[in-house]
């Protein structure tokens, strides 16, 4: 994201006008650029179709994106950081089939956190970047979580529904 914000202008963007969009799994990404304090102010509108932050199979614990980091690096034959480094790309492809790839939230062992805490904390206590536009969307065979305005989405925000 910022990388768009630095070089948008470049290719005739304005960065104080960046939509992010995303359908499915790339619902769940803007969803979670919403809730990191790394990707603020980098956007101005959001558009989500079909699921959130809060979906079951969204963002994992950290206890086991740690278990899966290391089935991955077990998978590979490595044990730490210089050994993962020596691999090829294709040898580093060969080990994702091991766990499940996901966000988590990382503030118990990062320095720059993407996610501060789980995504219904932040949500429940108002820690989100609450100055985006946003349209959430949903199709009638998929993403029956993310439009649960007492649930899913406990925002301050105006929901309108329409109907089609």
Same mark, same amino acid.
């Given at each position: 994201?910022?990388?768009?914000?630095?070089?948008?202008?470049?290719?005739?963007?304005?960065?104080?006008?960046?939509?992010?969009?995303?359908? %499915? =799994?790339?619902?769940?990404?803007?969803?979670?650029? *919403? #809730? $990191?304090?790394?990707? /603020?102010? @980098? +956007?101005?509108?959001?558009?989500?179709?079909?699921?959130?932050?809060?979906?079951?199979?969204?963002?994992?614990?950290?206890?086991?994106?740690?278990?899966?980091?290391?089935?991955?690096? %077990? =998978?590979?034959?490595?044990?730490?950081?210089?050994? *993962? #480094? $020596?691999?090829?790309? /294709?040898? @580093? +492809?060969?080990?994702?089939?091991?766990?499940?790839?996901?966000?988590?939230?990382?503030?118990?062992?990062?320095?720059?956190?993407?996610?501060?805490?789980?995504?219904?904390?932040?949500?429940?206590?108002?820690?989100?970047?609450?100055?985006?536009?946003?349209?959430?969307?949903?199709?009638?065979?998929?993403?029956?979580?993310?439009?649960?305005?007492?649930?899913?989405?406990?925002?301050?925000?105006?929901?309108?529904?329409?109907?089609?």
């Amino acid at each position: 994201m910022q990388w768009v914000a630095d070089y948008i202008q470049n290719f005739g963007g304005d960065p104080q006008s960046i939509t992010i969009f995303g359908e %499915s =799994a790339g619902s769940l990404s803007v969803a979670l650029h *919403l #809730l $990191s304090p790394l990707t /603020e102010n @980098l +956007f101005q509108r959001a558009i989500m179709q079909s699921h959130s932050s809060l979906d079951p199979w969204g963002p994992l614990l950290p206890k086991y994106a740690i278990q899966y980091g290391q089935n991955y690096t %077990s =998978a590979l034959g490595c044990n730490d950081l210089d050994c *993962l #480094l $020596s691999l090829d790309l /294709e040898s @580093l +492809f060969d080990g994702f089939h091991v766990g499940k790839w996901m966000a988590v939230p990382d503030f118990e062992f990062s320095s720059e956190p993407y996610l501060i805490a789980d995504p219904q904390i932040l949500l429940e206590n108002g820690q989100f970047n609450k100055d985006i536009e946003i349209i959430i969307g949903k199709l009638p065979t998929s993403g029956h979580t993310i439009a649960h305005r007492d649930n899913i989405w406990p925002l301050p925000v105006k929901f309108r529904y329409f109907s089609t």
